[in-house]
């Protein structure tokens, strides 16, 4: 199950202009709730470890793309996005 999900996730990143297929991807997972969905990708390269994420609210007036905008994180941080994204979605 996890390497599907990392594969769908190197799937959906590789979409993304500017996408950089030398980060590795440690952790991908969606979420949808009528018509709102999202997704969360941690990403690791060179020792850092990477927090990417995006997708669709009907709250957000305009287009929505998604865009490789990538942010720092540390370990503990990765881990703690992990767990909690596994938990509140209940993927």
Do not use: R
Not at 9 to 31: C, F, K, M, R
Not at 77 to 89: K, N, P, R, T, Y
């Amino acid at each position: 199950m996890v390497w599907e999900m990392v594969a769908e996730g190197i799937e959906h990143l590789s979409q993304i202009p500017g996408y950089d297929a030398s980060y590795e991807v440690l952790y991908y997972n969606t979420w949808s709730h009528w018509a709102e969905h999202g997704w969360l990708a941690i990403l690791y390269k060179g020792g850092q470890h990477y927090e990417i994420g995006g997708g669709h609210s009907v709250m957000v007036d305009g287009p929505q793309h998604d865009a490789w905008v990538l942010d720092q994180i540390t370990p503990d941080q990765a881990l703690e996005i992990m767990m909690h994204f596994e938990e509140v979605c209940q993927c």
